[in-house]
Structure formats: structure tokens, C-alpha cells
């Protein structure tokens, strides 16, 4: 679609870095200009330079053409007060991408609506049709594979596989960015939401996504990781993901300091040379994964010195290479998984 100015829907999460990941990745990484934030809770103020307003009426002036939804809610639901929000999108004549799980291109009142005002609504999360289990091409792809994993949801996986992307390609190689997600997927353009997949087909969903970064000429494919093993909601993505990518190597992305699951408590994270243990453990046996690096976010550590203190801490107690590729760039990471492969 030509002239994508984007409003993103931000309505009372656009501060939090854990739900309003989608907002701050589409932010950080996307091709099309953001014009405008919505969030009723921070009118006036800005993120990243980009207004922020209270209402979609508010948005006029900066001329959006797609209104996106820029949240990302425990399961996947609209928050209630979300669906007059949507109308008035619609009602603007805007197109509206949602990454969700509730599919507002099923919705008869939205559909009717989106009729009468000659919009799209899109899905970003709705998998496509005649998905099936792996048929082993997964292994025959003429690509090395590289999975980030984590040891919880949303400390940055899909940010680690798109920032050692970008530097690939600034080095000239043939690199591309696997989306297995919504914000991924905004980023791309093209990609499968895999947790939205039947889970008997899961694996068969990351090895076509794998297949097709190799038909679009990656030699290095950066496939965006989902869930962490141990998490007690989401490991099964995390599993079904390892064995259909089929990854020669993985990048373990930890929060620096964390020790509990976030949002679930009682459930610990092990030490990260067990998680290094497991994740190796858990590789395809017809092609078995190594982790070659640590990603360590350090976002909520103030000082620079601080953060390097931590990465060094980190990589001596799993004797492996480690950085934050976004506080202080992919090079480190980048050259250790070119070492590996």
C-alpha cells in the first residue's frame, strides 16, 4: 500500500515497554513514518519526537493513513474500552492493522463498518491457509539458521534478531530478518504470528517461514524467537519454533538482573549456564544447536559503566561472548556467531 503514514494505537500501554512492545518496535524499526501516537493517558506529551494525542480526531492534522494497534495484551484480547477506538478509526476512513488475537476482519460489526467507509482491516496474527506439520525442508535450506531465545517473554528477542540483521547487511552480507510475530511481522511486511498457529502445525509454520528467508535470498536467516522454555504460559511456542526453524545456532536474550518470570510468581529463572544446558538440550537431534552468544538486556540499568560491568559478569559466568546489541551495537555478538558458523 502506497503512502503509509501510521497512527499508532497506544491507548494506555504506551509507556510500558512489556505491552506496548509492538508500538515501540514498529517505532524503532519500521519503514513507514509514524505521524502520530494515541494514548488519552499522555496527550501532549511525545515519544521518540512523535505527538501523542487523545483522540483519533486528534490525529488529523498530522495526516495519518493506517491506524495500528500498538499493544500487545496478556492473551491477546482487546481491553473494552478498545472497540469504540477501532470504530472511530474506521469511521476516519483509516485502515486498521491489528496484531491480536481477537481478528477484527471476523468481527460482523467492524466488517460492516470498515464496508461503509472503504477501509481494510488487517490481521497480522491471522495464520494462513494449509498449514501442516515440517516435511524435513527445513533441513535442506541452503541458509545458516540463527534462533534468538530468551529466558522470558518480551525482553527483546525480535530487537536482537533485527538489530544483528541490520549489521549483517551493513557488512554486506546476504542477511534477512525471520518475523515469527505481530510487530515482526509490521517490520517486515511479511512473516507468521506462529503463536496463533494449532500447535500440530507450529513446527511445519517455522519451517516454511525459514524456507521462504532463504527464498528471498538470505544466506544468514535472524529468526525471531518467541516464549522462553521456561516460561509456565508460552514454552510450547518456544519448542515448536526450535525444532521447524531447525537453527544451527541460538542467542540467549536475558534482562540483566531478572531472577522470576515476569507477571508469574514462583516461577524462578534457572542460572543462565542451565538455560544455556537446556536450550542446547532441546535442539532438533537431526541438527543439533549451539548457543553461541548472550544478549543482555540492559535497558534498566542507568549507567554505561554499570551495563558493561553486567555484560562482563554475565559472560564470565557462561564463559560465552555477550552485549546489549542495542545499547552498545550487534558488532560483539555478530562477529561471535560468525565465528561459530
Known amino acids: 500500500m502506497a503512502d503509509r503514514r501510521l497512527l499508532i494505537l497506544g491507548e494506555g500501554f504506551s509507556h510500558d515497554p512489556h505491552y506496548g512492545k509492538t508500538l515501540r518496535g514498529i517505532v524503532r524499526y519500521g519503514p513507514d513514518p509514524v505521524v502520530a501516537i494515541l494514548d488519552s493517558k499522555r496527550s ?19 495526516d495519518p493513513t493506517v491506524a ?41 460489526e467492524l466488517t460492516q463498518l470498515a464496508r461503509e467507509h472503504g477501509v481494510e482491516l488487517r490481521d497480522l496474527r491471522k495464520p494462513p491457509e494449509g498449514l501442516s506439520v515440517p516435511t524435513g525442508a527445513n533441513l535442506e535450506v541452503d541458509a545458516k539458521i540463527v534462533l534468538t531465545v530468551g529466558s522470558d517473554c518480551a525482553i527483546g528477542k525480535k530487537t536482537v534478531a ?15 530478518f525471520v518475523p515469527t510475530g505481530q510487530t515482526g511481522i509490521a517490520i517486515a511486511g511479511w512473516g507468521i504470528a506462529v503463536d496463533a498457529v494449532v500447535s500440530d502445525f507450529l513446527a511445519g509454520a517455522a519451517e516454511q517461514l525459514v524456507v521462504e528467508g532463504a ?28 525444532h521447524g526453524a531447525a537453527p544451527h545456532l541460538f542467542v540467549l536474550c536475558h534482562a540483566a538482573g531478572a531472577t522470576e518470570i515476569e507477571g508469574s510468581p514462583g516461577h524462578p529463572i534457572p542460572p543462565l549456564p542451565e538455560l544455556v ?16 552468544c548472550i544478549a543482555l538486556n540492559t535497558a534498566r540499568i542507568d549507567s554505561d559503566d554499570d551495563a558493561r560491568s553486567a555484560i562482563a559478569a554475565v559472560a564470565d559466568e557462561t564463559r560465552l561472548p555477550a552485549d546489549d546489541p542495542v545499547r552498545f551495537g550487534a558488532q560483539h555478538l555478530l562477529d561471535a556467531l560468525l565465528a561459530r558458523l
Open 68 to 108: 495500528v494497534v500498538g499493544v500487545a495484551t496478556q492473551g491477546g484480547r482487546f481491553p473494552p474500552a478498545w472497540r469504540e477506538l477501532l470504530k472511530e478509526s474506521i469511521a476516519a476512513g483509516l485502515d486498521v492493522e491489528s496484531g491480536l488475537h481477537e481478528f477484527i476482519s471476523e468481527d460482523p
Open 215 to 242: 527464498r528471498r535470498g538470505g544466506e544468514i536467516l535472524f529468526v525471531e524467537g518467541q516464549g522462553s522454555l521456561v516460561h509456565p504460559m508460552y514454552s510450547g511456542v518456544t519448542l515448536g519454533l526450535v
Open 162 to 176: 533485527v538489530e544483528l540483521d541490520l549489521e549483517a547487511r551493513r557488512r554486506g552480507l546476504a542477511s534477512v
Open 44 to 62: 501532549g506529551e511525545s515519544h521518540d519526537g512523535i505527538p501523542i494525542v487523545g483522540r483519533v480526531a486528534d490525529a488529523f492534522p498530522y
Open 277 to 292: 544446558e537446556l536450550y542446547e538440550r532441546s535442539s532438533l537431534p537431526a541438527r543439533k544447536a549451539k548457543v553461541a
